[in-house]
């Protein structure tokens, strides 16, 4: 099973800052891996798709990186409306396998 | 408008039966394999299964293999999850979730329903 260890857990930011969440796979998984947000009492939202592959709709402050085992989810200049929970997600192999989420919080 | 709507979640014993149904709508359903991820009360995200888009080829994580069992009617554009031998540790909110490509097991999922929460609890 590949797992996914995110980092950090928990991040308190003000708005306008930049906020970087990572995501680290226990084996290289090529570029399969994909972030939501989610929001309290809200279904997983796609984000990213494929670590760098931007979403329509999804606000071009988000943005991804990596490849193999590291990624990156940037947000640049944080906006309240971004407070959430944030996880990655691998669909290099099976069993599919989620990071345990970053949560998000607005100072 | 694509649109997943899960129904058939409730308050069940330890030991007990259910079965969750996923509607699909707005999309060619058995053009894609689908999925449930479940979610446990203020915890992470959790893949349970998945089905191929004609039902032949399902797969389960170890933590459900052999109790539940995940199938669809395509001429109903529904998925379905029978639990069986339900555990506490099986409280959780259940998703359906589409895939983005027709693929064996179709990348990220880009379609999620609004869940139906399971509770196992005597």
């Known amino acids: 099973e590949i797992v996914l260890t995110q980092s950090p857990d928990f991040q308190s930011v003000t708005p306008k800052e930049k906020v970087t969440i990572t995501c680290r796979a226990s084996q290289s998984i090529g570029s399969s891996l994909h972030w939501y947000q989610q929001k309290p009492d809200q279904s997983p939202k796609l984000l990213i798709k494929y670590a760098s592959q931007s979403i329509s709709g999804v606000p071009s402050r988000f943005s991804g990186s990596g490849s193999g085992t590291d990624f990156t989810l940037t947000i640049n200049s944080l906006e309240a409306e971004d407070a959430a929970t944030y996880y990655c997600?691998?669909?290099?192999?099976?069993?599919?396998?989620f990071g345990g989420g970053t949560k998000v919080e607005i100072k | 408008e694509v649109q997943l709507v899960e129904s058939g979640g409730v308050v069940v014993q330890p030991g007990g039966s259910l079965r969750l149904s996923c509607a699909a709508s707005?999309?060619?359903?058995?053009?894609?394999?689908m999925h449930w991820v479940r979610q446990a009360p203020g915890k992470g995200l959790e893949w349970v299964s998945l089905?191929?888009?004609?039902?032949?080829?399902?797969y389960y994580a170890d933590s459900v293999k052999g109790r539940f069992t995940i199938s669809r009617d395509n001429s109903k554009n529904s998925l379905y999850l029978q639990m069986n031998s339900l555990r506490a540790e099986d409280t959780a909110l259940y998703y359906c979730a589409k895939p983005e490509l027709r693929a064996p097991m179709g990348g990220a999922f880009d379609i999620w329903g609004q869940g139906t929460m399971v509770t196992v609890s005597s």
């Open positions: 997600h691998q669909s290099s192999s099976l069993p599919l396998t």
């Open positions: 707005g999309f060619t359903f058995d053009d894609y394999a």
């Open positions: 089905i191929s888009w004609d039902g032949g080829s399902t």
